[in-house]
């Protein structure tokens, strides 16, 4: 019983969101630190950028298919209160970044005359 627990556990991708989750909320008070200590806002924002976009870009095709509706809109939800908060201008939707990174992908493997799953 407990290994079927934990086998659907990790074929859902539930701890890799939530280690994603956890992050983010880290990363929301190393912002405020910094906020605190004088950092400008511009480098507030590349901070929040070179951080969040990579940290969720990172591995996207492969994770963002097992994320249901709520895990998307949890995740909306932080990237809306980076933007109330001043940390970002307007960010696109986690779905539409994911969606971007799937092409990407598709269009590197589509147009490698070399990869081998042509």
């Not at 630190?33 to 507030?44: D, E, I, M, T």
Request: hydrophobic share 40%.
């Amino acid at each position: 019983m407990c290994l079927a627990l934990k086998l659907t556990v990790v074929l859902h991708g539930y701890r890799p969101r939530q280690q994603i989750t956890c992050f983010l909320s880290s990363l929301l008070y190393a912002l405020r630190v910094l906020r605190s200590h004088g950092l400008p806002g511009q480098s507030l924002k590349d901070v929040l950028h070179a951080t969040v976009t990579g940290k969720l870009m990172y591995c996207a095709p492969a994770w963002h298919g097992l994320c249901t509706a709520s895990d998307y809109a949890r995740l909306d939800s932080f990237l809306r209160r980076c933007v109330k908060l001043g940390y970002a201008g307007q960010l696109a939707t986690v779905i539409d970044m994911c969606s971007e990174a799937d092409d990407a992908l598709f269009r590197r493997v589509l147009y490698n005359k070399k990869a081998s799953i042509r």
